[in-house]
């Protein structure tokens, strides 16, 4: 049956957009309330918008999965990234931001970096190859993979961009399937013990099978690295251009990072198929549907944030929606702020003096529907 397209001419928190053929929510409190209900589906077999390409990933990808298999998912997996275990990690990842910062400037006393590609890139690829114990090899072909593996992501990746984004995965795929039965066995034989690393860690539970391992690895790859590094590269320029909030961002690392994430947040939008008709705002929306939610417009909504697009890290909430909320609020968020609030502090410290390469030239953002992201940010080092 073909599905019924409704048109709306209402500006406000839910608009018809006939190019994405979907909805826009724009308002917060439409957008939560989509994100929390269960009527709505992140299925892409349900997806008016998704193309036949993108079925071709690895199965049990938690993002793309519904109740019930993605509550079983879910409770065997987060304990893994719950926020206290994350914590634990923080003198590891400490020393791994540490490390990056020294290759950052092991050229020179004062040059000219991304620090986009450079720092902000590379640090999220360290910490999930020192955290899933795969060694440099690993790490390079994260790095290398993984800007091809986000486009699976994109709302309106073109065919080649799909096919690209899914000889990715089996790049990857190829690459962690040995090392996913390796340790499995060496589990089984008491050889490593359960936590070692986070694969083993997730092997542990024996109702997980190998594939939706290697799925979730391939999701915090896919999801986990470029919104990171977007979040620190994002952080970095807003720092830069309002330098005043610097004094914010030292005194208190972990409130910056939620106003960055409000006000300068990687992700644009976050989709959702409706399960059966529904009415967002007086706006009817018929099952089978899409919607999208504008993320970036919604966490800038004057009916929740007073001044809202003014950036301030002293302001004391109230919560945003960078990380997404429901059932599938974000595996890694705990993961992601640390790495942030480990990594722009102790930038800023290392080098005082870092300021913009060109202070005049414009911003050079990525061609993204999905993802706020910068192309490159070239930046003067001065310890």
């Given at each position: 049956?073909?599905v ?7 500006q406000g ?5 006939d190019?994405?053929g ?5 308002g ?10 269960h009527a709505w589906s992140?299925?892409?077999?349900r997806?008016p918008?998704?193309?036949?390409e ?9 993002l ?9 998912l879910?409770?065997?997996?987060a ?7 994350i914590?634990e990690?923080?003198?590891r990842?400490a020393a ?9 400037s092991a ?14 890139y590379?640090?999220?690829i360290?910490v999930?190859?020192?955290?899933l114990?795969?060694?440099i090899?690993?790490?390079e072909?994260?790095?290398d ?8 992501l994109?709302?309106?990746?073109s065919d080649?961009e799909?096919a690209?984004a899914?000889a ?7 690459f ?7 340790r ?13 690393d986070?694969?083993?860690a997730m ?9 939706e ?7 915090l ?12 590269g ?7 251009r309002?330098p005043?909030?610097?004094p ?11 106003e ?5 947040g990687?992700v ?5 198929t ?7 705002s ?7 549907q899409?919607?999208?939610m504008?993320?970036d417009?919604a966490?800038q909504?004057p009916r ?5 697009e ?7 909430g ?5 990380f997404g909320t429901?059932?599938h609020?974000c ?13 722009l502090?102790?930038l ?9 390469a060109?202070?005049?030239?414009p ?6 529907t ?6 490159t ?7």
């Open positions: 049956m073909a019924e397209t409704t048109t709306s001419n209402q928190p839910i608009e018809w957009d190019e994405l979907a909805f826009v929510v724009t917060f409190d439409e957008a939560s309330a989509v994100l929390r209900s992140v299925d892409p077999v997806s918008l998704v193309p036949p993108l079925l071709g990933v690895p199965t049990g990808l938690m793309f999965t519904d109740p019930p298999d993605h509550t079983r879910r409770r065997l997996i304990p893994v990234f719950a926020a206290r275990a914590e990690l923080r003198p990842i791994i931001t540490e490390s990056c910062l020294d290759e950052l050229d020179g006393d004062e040059l000219t970096v991304d620090l986009l590609n450079d720092f902000a590379i640090l999220p360290a999930m190859a020192e955290l114990d795969v060694g090899e690993g790490a072909i994260f790095l993979q993984t800007p091809r593996l986000v486009q699976m994109e709302i309106n990746a080649e799909l690209d899914v990715a995965s089996f790049e990857i795929t190829m962690l399937t040995p090392i996913l039965s390796s499995r066995t060496a589990l089984a034989d008491g050889t490593i013990e359960p936590g070692d986070f694969i083993t092997l542990a539970s024996e109702e997980l099978s190998l594939d391992v290697l799925a979730t690895v391939i999701l790859l896919a999801a986990g690295h470029e919104t990171t590094a977007n979040l620190i994002n952080g970095a320029l807003a720092l830069l309002d005043a909030q610097l914010a961002l030292q005194a208190d690392p972990a409130r910056a990072v939620e960055l994430m409000r006000r300068e990687p644009k939008l976050i989709g959702r409706a399960l059966e008709d529904q009415e967002i007086g706006v009817r929306v018929a099952a089978g899409a919607v999208l504008r993320i417009r966490d909504d929740r944030w007073p001044d809202p003014r950036l301030d890290l002293t302001r004391n109230p919560a945003h929606l960078g429901g059932i609020f595996l890694g968020a705990a993961l992601a702020r640390l790495e942030a609030a480990e990594a502090p102790k800023f410290s290392r080098y005082p003096g870092l300021r913009l060109d202070p005049d030239a911003s050079e953002w990525r061609d993204s999905t993802f706020h992201g910068l192309q940010l070239p930046v003067r080092l001065t310890p």
